[in-house]
């Protein structure tokens, strides 16, 4: 028999079948992997994985909530919170940096060489800009640049840029306060933030946005300072700042009843929303947090505690050298060098230095100390300002035979502005110490405060008040300084300041004046403090003068009705 042409003989009958079952059998094996690679991946894995897929497509990130506002006695916005966004880079993403550069350095205010510098850096991330307002960070949105991120945030923008910046500090890029009201009230201006829930495709584009939890708003401040009267205050301190050239100089106006302040002026001043342009020094609020030696101006409460005890009275008279020295100590009367006698008045009047050391020894060092203490001094006045300090006293059992000869003129004893300033008040409010105050409520919640403490009877206080009038009149400290209708009492001081080797300089002054009006039922009252001013150092010229000014304008302002 003859083989059938083109076949494979019986030998090649089972080639074909073996390879298709090898085939098969490859397939099947291929099946079954693939099915136990998807068991694995959907049993073992199948946790982790998805939630890497989640991550891609769901971030939740977080909400920063708009910082509570801070306004004036009025409502006037002093700080708000507008929306804005941090603008960073990846720049491993950027695929034309300098067409990125070249877009974005005018809508960062940057130049355009920064710009690139930052972006080809070999990291992971870089900051381009923080807090970026809304409309130049959504105009970079709009470029759908790759690589470039917008985070949303908030930014504190200050309206009336260098209105009392020193009292409202100021916010860092993380959102906290870092000085002033801004420092002391940050748990409740910052609020809550919330969480926001975003879906995004495969590409990253955002298809759904929730909200998981809505930030809340911080708490806002109503302050008792008045805008205008600030305003006016801190105008009259550059005027000062001009013709003087000081260090610095405090201007404080209080409501003398009830402690509430209706300015806090600084000099020099500080944009608030541009503070790294004034040196360190200016963004201190001296009115809290500078010490000095008060001078004359504290010739009142040497005054006021011997009156109070009963050792002189308003007539009671004293003869006055000109120099007066006793143990290693001459002092000097500043502007008389013949014996005169003046009374107790008088001597407040002309602002006599051996005449209130007179007094000063009439009642006794032990008399004196208590009545330093009960006028607050050595202590902060609890006002709601950070960084309050508390002056400098001599404790009664650290007293020399020679501190009678300096304290009761006002040397040797360190103040703040804000402490002369409470004693002055109690004074004009009938004999009681007052806590200033600045912020008047939170959140719409008034702020409670310690009661007023009687310090000298209202006897005494109206005393005082006469007395002090009498700086304003002829021969007076103060008297050129008028305001037509209005009845004016208050108090110059001159004090050297010490010199690094512990002496008094001959050359560095504190100029001072504290006052108020109208002299005997008192609505208001200025105190203004000049520290080393030049051409002139004393307080009759440099700071009476100013507190004049102030009282000038806020008088009317305020309808305080005049009395004369």
Known sequence: MSAIPGGTGRGGSTVIPRRIGLLFGGF???????????????????????????RQQVSVVSVPAPRGAIVDRHGSDLAVSEQADDVGAVPYLIKDPVATAHKLAPLLGRPEADVLKAISQKTTFVYLARELPADQALAIQ??????IDLTATTRREYPRDWLASQVLGGVGTDGHGLSGLEW?????LEGTAGTRKVVSDALGTPISVD????????????????????????????????????????AIVMDPNTGDLLAVANWPRVDANAPSEAPDYAHEDRAVAFNYEPGSTFKAFTIAGALQDGVVTPSTLFDLPPTLT???????????????????????????????????????????????????????????????????????????????????????????????????AALANGGKLVTPRIVSSVGGQPVGRPAPRRVVSTATAASLRKMLEGV????????EVTIPGYSLAGKTGTANKIDPDGGYSDTRYIASFVGFAPALHPKLLVSVMVDEPHGDIYGASVAAPAFGDIMRYALPYLKIAPDA
Do not use: C
């Open 326 to 424: 006793e143990y290693d100590r001459t002092i000097h009367e500043a502007h008389r060098d013949v014996a005169v006698t003046l009374s107790t008045a008088q001597i407040l009047a002309q602002s006599s230095n051996i005449g209130a050391i007179k007094i000063g020894q009439a009642e006794g060092a032990d008399s004196f100390a208590r009545w330093v203490t009960r006028f607050g001094f050595g202590e902060p006045t609890g006002v709601d300002l950070p960084g309050e300090e508390r002056g400098i006293v001599l404790p009664r059992d650290q007293y020399s035979g020679a501190s009678m000869l300096n304290m009761p003129m006002g040397q040797g004893i360190s103040v703040t502005p804000m402490q002369m300033a409470v004693g002055y």
């Open 142 to 147: 709009k470029l759908e640049l790759p690589g």
């Open 211 to 250: 909200d998981v939890k809505t930030a809340k708003a911080g708490s806002g401040l109503r302050l008792t300072l008045d805008a205008n009267i600030q305003q006016k205050a801190e105008q009259v301190l550059g005027a000062v700042g001009e013709q003087f050239r000081p260090k610095g100089a405090t």
């Open 28 to 54: 099947f094996l291929l099946l079954v992997l693939a099915f136990g690679r998807t068991a694995w991946l959907a049993v073992v894995e199948g946790g982790s994985l998805k939630g890497a897929a989640t």
């Open 184 to 188: 002391r009230y940050d748990k409740a």
């Open 472 to 479: 304003f009149a002829a021969g007076g400290t103060a008297h």
